[in-house]
């Protein structure tokens, strides 16, 4: 069965320190999705990146990276230098190729960035 | 700028009614999703549908019903409101994904949540 851990449920920074946030899934499937949602104050999710299975190269958008590892399951997020915006509940989430309709998420985990 | 919108940001209801939570996108997805969020529990899926009239069970559909009559709208229906539907409620679009390709649209697009309180 897949499965999405987020085992950080709430961390605290101070502004300008890097963070990782960390997340782990299961899957049967060979070929799978794997996302990053942030949810701030508001409510709206947003989407962050989806990284497919077969392509394990890491992504850098601007203070954001991701590390995508097969060997340890993990996909965990990581922000340089954070900034008070940067303060929202970020979800992981997978999907299954033989089930992509299917989205399933972690709990989330609370970031909190202080000035 | 593309959407989804939720047709109410707040409610509250008393037990036992019927409730319809709306839900619209403009992107011509042929996906269409309702979530809940619960505090430690993330998000569940309740109900989705992949194409006009057709819907299929998520993890938690004990409760609910949807609807969807037209190809961008998506309708979830409280038979009978109970204190323990009281949630955030999340709905979402996405183009159906093509075998063996990577679809042109990233990922999912979530309107701005629904949070029903019912009394």
């Known amino acids: 069965a897949q499965k999405v851990t987020q085992a950080q449920t709430e961390i605290s920074v101070v502004e300008k320190e890097d963070v990782t946030l960390d997340c782990v899934y299961e899957t049967r499937d060979t070929t799978y999705y794997l996302f990053w949602y942030k949810q701030p104050p508001s409510g709206e999710l947003v989407f962050l990146i989806r990284?497919?299975?077969?392509?394990?190269q890491n992504e850098i958008s601007g203070r954001y990276s991701w590390n995508f590892q097969k060997s340890t399951s993990s996909f965990n997020f990581t922000i340089t230098a954070s900034q008070v915006v940067d303060s929202a509940v970020y979800f992981c989430a997978l999907s299954e190729a033989g089930n992509t309709d299917k989205l399933i998420f972690g709990t989330g985990t609370r970031l909190q960035v202080f000035p | 700028d593309v959407k989804v919108t939720q047709s109410s940001r707040y409610l509250v209801k008393r037990t036992g009614e019927k409730v319809f939570l709306e839900c619209v996108q403009d992107m011509d997805h042929e996906n269409m999703f309702w979530y809940r969020q619960d505090p430690g529990l993330g998000l569940r899926l309740i109900y989705f549908s992949y194409d006009v009239k057709m819907k299929e069970k998520g993890d938690i559909p004990e409760g609910y019903s949807v609807s969807r009559e037209k190809k961008e709208r998506f309708s979830l229906i409280l038979e009978s409101a109970s204190t323990n539907q009281t949630s955030m409620y999340l709905c979402?679009?996405?183009?159906?994904?093509?075998?063996?390709?990577?679809?042109?649209?990233?990922?999912?697009?979530f309107g701005s949540g629904t949070r029903l309180t019912v009394v």
């Open positions: 990284r497919n299975s077969f392509d394990e």
């Open positions: 979402a679009s996405s183009p159906i994904w093509v075998s063996g390709t990577v679809s042109l649209n990233y990922g999912y697009t």
